[in-house]
């Protein structure tokens, strides 16, 4: 069973992804930021990353390169919330990071599925990665 750490300091996201991610069958566990997110990557092992990117602490822009450091193939989703401008352009800087998937809050829950599997199976960007918007 693979295991996936979701790292989100809203309470109410983190939840909701904790339980779309147990019920289709993975082992899950939730950090509320990206300080305690790289702790629990220190002392367990996760097959996929799903980070917010505006956090207390240490935000999704800090960690992504820290998981990177760590290791270069851990797949990683991040999300971030709002239709704002700056929302995009924090995703957008998340893929330039090492972001493999990238998904803007509010979103359903089976494209959000098939982007987990897709990183789980080892189809590696290229075939579904999004890429940086030129324009942000």
Known sequence: MSKILVIDD???VLDMLLRWLSK??????????????????????????????VMPEKEGLETIPAIRRKNKALPIIA?????????KLYLN????????????KPFDRDP??????????????????QEPDPDL
């Open 10 to 12: 809203d309470e109410l």
């Open 24 to 53: 289709a069958g993975y082992d899950v566990a939730g950090a509320c930021d990206g300080e305690q997110g790289l702790r629990l990557l220190e002392s367990e092992f996760f097959d996929l990353i799903v980070t917010d990117i």
């Open 112 to 129: 959000f599925l098939k982007a987990v599997q897709a990183c789980l199976s080892g189809m590696k960007p290229g075939a579904g990665k």
């Open 79 to 87: 999300i971030s919330g709002g239709g704002s401008y700056g929302q």
């Open 93 to 104: 800087m998340a893929l330039k990071l090492g972001a493999d998937y990238i998904f803007q």
